[in-house]
T-cell receptor, first 114, second 114 residues
Framework: EDKVVQSPLSLVVHEGDTVTLNCSYE??????LLWYKQEKKAPTFLFML????IEKKSGRLSSILDKKELFSILNITATQTGDSAIYLC??????????????FGKGTKLSVKP | NAGVTQTPKFQVLKTGQSMTLQCAQD?????MSWYRQDPGMGLRLIHY???????DQGEVPNGYNVSRSTTEDFPLRLLSAAPSQTSVYFC?????????????FGAGTRLSVL
């Protein structure tokens, strides 16, 4: 059965801390791994990773994929209260000719205290 | 550019009632999908479509119907609402092929079935 597992499920840190969020997966027909940030409403796209070892960066956020060990990490440095959100990891699969179906993990709820 | 638009934002139904959740996108994406999000469960795929006239079931399709008569629209129908369908529903769209098949989400519909 295809699955995506995120850890930890919740995390409380203080402003300025660095956090690492984990995502492991077991899926058939892997195409890419995506990270989303969800605040009050819709998930918003952060990164898409397709190749091992290539780090994606956007400001204080970075992510890397290990296709051999089947996991990804999302790092957030110098956290701010605005980073408080649920972070979702999803794996996109090639499925029946469609390169779209996503399997999501349950998410990591990050709370950043002032 | 409106992106993915969902209506309504909130809805309360009585058990047994039917309704349609609307989803429209203006990005000319081939792929569209519906997810439901429940506490502690992440997002789960209900139905998806790879183009007009083509739909298929996801992980949790029971109790829901979809159709795709145009590229832009992908409505989700609840035939006979049940309390177990109380959830937040997200519509998403993306290109089906190529490197940039990133799914973009609508703002969601919060549904309560009494």
């Amino acid at each position: 059965e295809d699955k995506v597992v995120q850890s930890p499920l919740s995390l409380v840190v203080h402003e300025g801390d660095t956090v690492t969020l984990n995502c492991s997966y077991e899926v058939t027909n892997f195409r890419s791994l995506l990270w989303y940030k969800q605040e009050k409403k819709a998930p918003t796209f952060l990164f898409m990773l397709t190749s091992s070892g290539i780090e994606k960066k956007s400001g204080r956020l970075s992510s890397i994929l290990d296709k051999k060990e089947l996991f990804s990490i999302l790092n957030i440095t110098a956290t701010q209260t605005g980073d408080s959100a649920i972070y979702l990891c999803a794996v996109a699969m090639n499925y029946g000719g469609s390169q779209g179906n996503l399997i999501f993990g349950k998410g990591t709820k990050l709370s950043v205290k002032p | 550019n409106a992106g993915v638009t969902q209506t309504p934002k909130f809805q309360v139904l009585k058990t047994g009632q039917s309704m349609t959740l609307q989803c429209a996108q203006d990005m000319n994406h081939e792929y569209m999908s519906w997810y439901r999000q429940d506490p502690g469960m992440g997002l789960r795929l209900i139905h998806y479509s790879v183009g007009a006239g083509i739909t298929d079931q996801g992980e949790v399709p029971n109790g829901y119907n979809v159709s795709r008569s145009t590229t832009e629209d992908f409505p989700l129908r609840l035939l006979s609402a049940a309390p177990s369908q109380t959830s937040v529903y997200f519509c998403a769209s993306s290109y089906s092929h190529g490197a940039k098949n990133i799914q973009y989400f609508g703002a969601g519909t919060r549904l309560s079935v009494l």
